[in-house]
């Protein structure tokens, strides 16, 4: 994939998905916060995917001669959260891999993915819906973290119903079974 074509689409690679032209990283339909720099380097490793990107490349196009940092340092702390966002590593790479002194290639499969053709609407917590042609995927659905809260709520119920109906079943069965108590003390009465 050739740097630019990948710029007006969406991109799958692995389970994550980031849409270039609204800056955003996905992991399935949860989003990734990551630093906008952070993801200018990754927009520019997955639009150059399985090719060498340089780190003078990456200075130019992120860091434009009129900005006045450490190079070096920001562009490693860029890497470093990147591979935090992506859980990957430098000595066991399956995303981004350094080539020391030169640069960065992204070795992940990239899957180029176009946009929707129409406008999509995400249905805010409010009730209220918002076109979003940017990014329809971003909101996993509403209705699916209640249903899992609730079916957790009910099994962790039932579980405590089953083990409080055991012990109270084992309670009475050893009460069954106990010997009769010994007596401990004696009455005198008279004998008449």
Same mark, same amino acid.
């Given at each position: ?29 949860? +989003?990734?916060? =990551? ?24 200075? +130019? ?11 070096? @340092?920001?562009?490693?702390?860029? =890497? +470093? ?33 176009? @946009?929707? @053709? ?53 309670? +009475? ?12 003390? =004696? ?6």
């Amino acid at each position: 994939m050739g740097g630019g074509d990948l710029a007006t689409c969406r991109v799958r690679f692995g389970l994550f998905w980031a849409d270039l032209k609204a800056r955003q990283l996905f992991r399935k339909n949860s +989003r990734v916060k =990551i630093q906008n720099q952070v993801f200018q380097v990754l927009a520019s490793l997955v639009e150059n995917a399985g090719q060498v990107v340089t780190r003078e490349e990456l200075q +130019r196009k992120i860091w434009p001669g009129d900005t006045f940092v450490d190079f070096d @340092e920001g562009l490693n702390a860029s =890497i +470093r959260k990147l591979r935090a966002a992506l859980g990957d590593s430098a000595d066991n790479p399956r995303f981004v891999e350094t080539l020391p002194r030169v640069g960065y290639r992204f070795i992940a499969p990239v899957t180029p993915e176009p @946009e929707a @053709e129409e406008p999509l609407t995400v249905r805010l917590p409010s009730g209220q819906s918002v076109p979003s042609s940017e990014n329809a995927l971003a909101a996993p659905p509403r209705h699916a973290r209640p249903r899992r809260l609730l079916a957790g709520i009910a099994a962790v119920a039932l579980l405590g119903a089953v083990l409080g109906a055991y012990f109270a079943w084992r309670s +009475r069965r050893l009460q069954a079974n106990a010997p009769p108590e010994a007596i401990n003390s =004696i009455a005198v009465l008279p004998f008449e």
